[in-house]
């Protein structure tokens, strides 16, 4: 057993030992009758949130009202929940009220019968009320109890059963499919950061392409990113992309995803949001369908979703960038030195080469221009890339010049040459300013 399950089974002894019934539950039960190892564990007994917090030494009261109290050992969090049932939920989300209740009880009011397993880790027994193991021998994710009362009690249980078939690759039972088109609709009920979070586990998980793809039959892709489903039936010029119009492009890039991060994987999603409204039709015979101006138009509606789901700036700002420049890539080849340099070393390149690489791996497979970027890293030194500066703006203010929008220029103009070997020292740039730029005499 791990350090993190030993702690787990010593929370359990402790409540068993003042007199308490408790349980590993939900998400640590279903994984280790899947054969996985848990990544955190929760707890559910029938002490109440006043006794476990009196049990251990160090604790935090993280939702008392719902029973739920986080049990801190060493650098672990262990939540520990008060076996209960659940009133009316009136907001999409939180019960009006809670009842302490038994461990049956309690099973009922979970999402998910895969989720609704306990383990009695001191005697090593599975306790099953919701025949979750049932549903994990089957491949099936099946609403516990009434699907319609479980996702009305929360709207996002509607993303997570999608976001768990596609981890696992089950099926969605048909009462709860059913159940899940009928609500679609209801998901943007619930507060933006919710959706995002979940979203952003579907696209870094192990089937971000099942995930979409499941969210867009299920109808809530139209709900949370109406864009995303505009992309289908979205013809291309099949000599790039013989794969199909643009949904399925980007369903492929998706696919080929390994562990990226959030920015990465919603750029890979949004890669290709400006196409549908910039979709032109061939005018003659000779012309192909054009997108002009896709990359400009997606990186603008790539941010106002990135606000819609309130990311940070920062990863708004990342996300921006890779959609609005993924297609720089074609002209590499073509570019001034100081240019491609500049592009080689910009913040978050290895997301720009990455996203380039599933872009062509996702359309016509020619992988020449990430081969060339990849072979330019390889050979140019950070020396080469990122050379000290020759000059400066007290070094122009010296040289006579006047502070002004022409320093930013200058500067600029003197570090291509430099990035293209044509001058190599400090006094090699002031000649080169002084003749480039020269100051006027009154």
Same mark, same amino acid.
């Given at each position: 057993m791990s350090h993190l399950s030993n702690q787990a089974v010593e929370i359990v002894k402790v409540l068993r030992g003042a007199g308490f019934r408790a349980y590993w539950a939900g998400g640590c039960v279903r994984d280790l009758v899947m054969g996985h190892e848990p990544q955190?564990?929760?707890?559910?007994?029938?002490?109440r949130p006043d006794q476990v917090m009196k049990l251990f030494p160090k604790t935090v009261p993280v939702g008392v009202s719902f029973g739920v109290v986080k049990v801190l050992a060493d650098e672990s969090e262990f939540e520990v929940a008060t076996f209960r049932s659940d009133g009316r939920y009136l907001d999409g989300r939180h019960p009006v009220e809670v009842h302490y209740s038994s461990d049956r009880e309690d099973a009922a009011r979970r999402d998910f019968t895969?989720?609704?397993?306990?383990?009695?880790?001191?005697?090593?027994?599975?306790?099953?009320?919701?025949?979750?193991?049932?549903?994990?021998?089957?491949?099936?994710?099946?609403a516990i109890g009434n699907p319609r009362e479980r996702f009305e009690e929360d709207k996002l249980r509607l993303m997570r059963a999608v976001r768990f078939a596609a981890r696992f690759e089950y099926t969605i039972d048909p009462q709860t499919y059913e159940a899940i088109k009928e609500r679609a609709g209801e998901i943007v009920q619930i507060?933006?950061?919710?959706?995002?979070?979940?979203?952003?586990?579907?696209?870094t998980g192990p089937n971000p392409s099942g995930?979409?793809?499941?969210?867009?039959?299920?109808?809530?892709?139209?709900?949370?990113?109406p864009e995303v489903t505009a992309m289908a039936g979205v013809e291309q010029p099949k000599e790039f992309h013989p794969e199909g119009d643009v949904l399925t492009h980007t369903l492929l890039l998706l696919k080929n995803l390994d562990r990226p991060s959030f920015e990465l994987a919603l750029a890979a999603m949004l890669h290709d949001v400006g196409k549908p409204p910039t979709f032109t039709p061939p005018k003659a015979d000779r012309d192909r369908i054009r997108f002009d101006g896709h990359c400009e138009v997606g990186a603008r509606m790539a941010e106002a979703i990135c606000e819609r789901l309130r990311l940070s700036n920062e990863q708004t700002e990342r996300v921006v960038e890779l959609?609005?420049?993924? +297609?720089?890539?074609?002209?590499?080849?073509q570019? *001034?030195?100081? /240019?491609?340099?500049?592009?080689? #070393?910009?913040?978050?390149? %290895?997301?720009?080469?990455?996203?380039?690489?599933?872009?062509?791996?996702?359309?016509?497979?020619?992988?020449?221009?990430?081969?060339?970027?990849?072979?330019?890293?390889?050979? +140019?030194g950070p020396?080469?890339?990122?050379?000290? *500066?020759?000059? /400066?703006?007290?070094?122009?203010? #010296?040289?006579?010049?006047? %502070?002004?929008?022409?320093?930013?220029?200058?500067?600029?103009r003197v570090e291509d040459a430099q990035?293209?070997?044509?001058?190599?020292?400090?006094?090699?740039?002031?000649?080169?300013?002084?003749r480039q730029y020269p100051l006027k005499i009154s």
């Open positions: 955190d564990y929760d707890v559910a007994t029938d002490a895969i989720n609704g397993m306990f383990y009695d880790p001191v005697k090593r027994e599975i306790i099953d009320y919701v025949e979750g193991r049932r549903d994990i021998k089957a491949g099936i994710i099946r507060s933006a950061e919710r959706i995002r979070d979940e979203l952003k586990k579907m696209l995930s979409i793809s499941l969210l867009l039959e299920t109808g809530l892709l139209s709900a949370i990113l959609v609005r420049d993924h +297609l720089r890539f074609k002209d590499v080849q570019m *001034r030195e100081s /240019t491609l340099k500049r592009f080689l #070393r910009r913040p978050g390149f %290895p997301d720009h080469l990455e996203l380039h690489r599933l872009d062509c791996l996702a359309s016509h497979g020619d992988l020449t221009n990430w081969e060339f970027c990849k072979q330019k890293l390889t050979e +140019l020396e080469e890339m990122r050379p000290e *500066r020759l000059l /400066t703006g007290d070094d122009l203010i #010296r040289m006579g010049y006047s %502070p002004g929008p022409i320093f930013s220029e200058i500067l600029t990035l293209e070997g044509r001058i190599k020292t400090r006094e090699e740039a002031v000649e080169w300013t002084a």
